[in-house]
């Protein structure tokens, strides 16, 4: 029983880490007042390029960066549209993720010649890997994990605890002052969204290299939604964020232990009717920034 509970636990861990990093990407963004539904077409980005460059070089170190820079490429390719041109901001979200679906799987063809690629290495990291108590360590709970918890960490004191956070929130709830202040809301709002789109191609790096080991298609299957889940639920906070994913990895943990009688559709579905039920039990709790979604016109 208590071998069960602790696979339980590990495998929640693990399956939290895209819902984690997503939401932060989220929660950088909407904190500086940008919506951005575009981090599942960042995350799906970020799962295919982390596996070409991989297979590419040789190296999933490379794979990982190169996941992180494209996904920033897409936040700066959101950004430019929602700061700069005042476009609708669920629009260009939108536009991205079909952007995603399409490009991948373009690429996939193009490269390789099918949709689904194996990964031929895996990430280790220097010297530790070499050292058997570190080597089993992960084995059992992927690197990217301990970074994770790191950057959740970062995160809550870059947050609350900066000068840049402070500025960060201020363009999410009160722009105009913000700019009084000599705060330049575009440039906030542009660092925001690209961090946003950072993590949430780290996120798709994770889902690829350690958490399936291959890219296929649609690989983040609304994961990304899933990770606004987690922001809004844990209100727009890192360790919230990190929380709610925990118990979005929960959800999804628990299939593999559900009785064999459940048709394996219904058990599919637990991360998504979870997700519902956490949002509807969040409506009236969770305040989002006061200027969330509304473009700055200075005066």
Request: a positive charge; glycine letters at 10%; charged letters at 10%.
């Given at each position: 029983?208590?071998?069960?509970?602790?696979?339980?636990?590990?495998?929640?861990?693990?399956?939290?880490?895209?819902?984690?990093?997503?939401?932060?990407?989220?929660?950088?963004?909407?904190?500086?007042?940008?919506?951005?539904?575009?981090?599942?077409?960042?995350m799906?980005?970020?799962?295919?390029?982390?596996?070409?460059?991989?297979?590419a070089?040789?190296?999933?170190?490379?794979?990982?960066?190169?996941?992180?820079?494209?996904?920033?490429?897409?936040?700066?390719?959101?950004?430019?549209?929602?700061?700069?041109?005042?476009?609708?901001?669920i629009?260009?979200?939108?536009?991205?993720?079909?952007?995603?679906?399409?490009?991948?799987?373009?690429?996939?063809?193009?490269?390789?010649?099918?949709?689904?690629?194996?990964?031929?290495?895996?990430?280790r990291v220097?010297?530790?890997?070499?050292?058997?108590?570190?080597?089993?360590?992960?084995?059992?709970?992927?690197?990217?994990?301990?970074?994770?918890?790191?950057?959740?960490?970062?995160?809550?004191?870059?947050?609350f605890?900066?000068?840049?956070?402070?500025?960060?929130?201020?363009?999410?709830?009160?722009?105009?002052?913000?700019?009084t202040?000599?705060?330049?809301?575009?440039?906030?709002?542009y660092?925001?969204?690209?961090?946003?789109?950072?993590?949430?191609?780290?996120?798709?790096?994770?889902?690829?290299?350690?958490?399936?080991?291959?890219?296929?298609?649609?690989?983040?299957?609304?994961?990304?939604?899933?990770?606004?889940?987690?922001?809004?639920?844990?209100?727009?906070?890192?360790?919230?964020?990190?929380?709610a994913?925990?118990?979005?990895?929960?959800?999804?943990?628990?299939?593999?232990?559900?009785?064999?009688?459940?048709?394996?559709q219904?058990?599919?579905?637990?991360?998504?009717?979870?997700?519902?039920?956490?949002?509807?039990?969040?409506i009236?709790?969770?305040?989002?920034?006061?200027?969330?979604?509304?473009?700055?016109?200075?005066?």
């Amino acid at each position: 029983m208590m071998d069960t509970i602790l696979a339980i636990l590990a495998s929640s861990i693990r399956l939290a880490i895209p819902y984690t990093l997503a939401g932060l990407g989220g929660t950088y963004s909407e904190r500086s007042g940008v919506v951005n539904i575009g981090l599942e077409g960042m995350m799906l980005t970020g799962a295919f390029t982390a596996v070409a460059v991989t297979n590419a070089t040789g190296s999933p170190w490379v794979g990982l960066l190169a996941a992180i820079l494209v996904g920033m490429l897409l936040g700066l390719v959101h950004a430019v549209v929602c700061v700069t041109f005042k476009a609708d901001q669920i629009v260009s979200g939108l536009a991205l993720i079909v952007f995603a679906a399409g490009i991948t799987v373009f690429c996939a063809w193009l490269l390789y010649n099918r949709t689904q690629i194996q990964v031929e290495a895996y990430l280790r990291v220097p010297v530790l890997h070499n050292i058997p108590v570190f080597k089993a360590l992960f084995i059992r709970i992927p690197p990217l994990v301990f970074l994770t918890v790191a950057i959740v960490i970062a995160s809550h004191f870059i947050i609350f605890k900066t000068v840049f956070g402070l500025r960060l929130r201020s363009v999410g709830e009160h722009p105009q002052a913000a700019d009084t202040l000599g705060i330049s809301v575009a440039k906030m709002r542009y660092t925001g969204v690209i961090i946003s789109g950072a993590l949430s191609g780290m996120a798709g790096a994770y889902l690829s290299l350690e958490h399936a080991h291959y890219f296929v298609k649609g690989i983040s299957a609304g994961r990304g939604f899933i990770g606004l889940a987690s922001m809004i639920f844990g209100k727009w906070t890192p360790f919230g964020t990190a929380g709610a994913g925990m118990l979005f990895g929960f959800g999804e943990a628990l299939k593999p232990y559900l009785p064999k009688v459940v048709p394996s559709q219904f058990i599919d579905m637990i991360p998504y009717v979870l997700t519902i039920l956490v949002l509807a039990s969040a409506i009236g709790r969770a305040t989002p920034p006061a200027s969330i979604g509304v473009p700055y016109v200075k005066e």
